[in-house]
Nanobody, 120 residues
Framework: QVHVVESGGGLVQPGGSLRLSCTAT????????VGWHRQGPGKQRELVAY???????NVLDSVKDRFTISRDNTKKMVYLQMNSLKPEDTAVYYC??????????????WGQGTQVTVSS
């Protein structure tokens, strides 16, 4: 059984930083692509960043200069480093694992999400 679990969310002031972590078990982690998504209040879920099994990355333009995705295959972990956070980054952040198919990242397994709130 596949388990995807996020951690690291919380309340942070504008301009602050957070690092989200995600572990995925029950799969051959190293051969999967991994991704982070978010869903803000009243908004649709959007793909924030993904990293393929060959370490190719793609990051949402609006956060490209502030967010960094990384992975540690030995620990089966995925990270999202978020800097210079803005109130509009407030959302539930979801981790996923999946594949790179049809010229895009396709998530197969999802975590439950972790809340990130950016507010003074």
């Amino acid at each position: 059984q596949v388990h995807v679990v996020e951690s690291g969310g919380g309340l942070v002031q504008p301009g602050g930083s957070l690092r989200l972590s995600c572990t995925a078990t029950g799969i051959s982690f190293g051969i999967y692509s991994v991704g982070w998504h978010r869903q803000g209040p009243g908004k649709q879920r959007e793909l924030v960043a993904y990293m393929t099994s060959t370490y190719r990355t793609n990051v949402l333009d609006s956060v490209k200069d502030r967010f960094t995705i990384s992975r540690d295959n030995t620990k089966k972990m995925v990270y999202l480093q978020m800097n210079s956070l803005k109130p509009e980054d407030t959302a539930v952040y979801y981790c996923s694992t999946g594949g790179y198919r049809d010229r895009g990242y396709r998530p197969d397994y999802w975590g439950q999400g972790t809340q990130v709130t950016v507010s003074s």
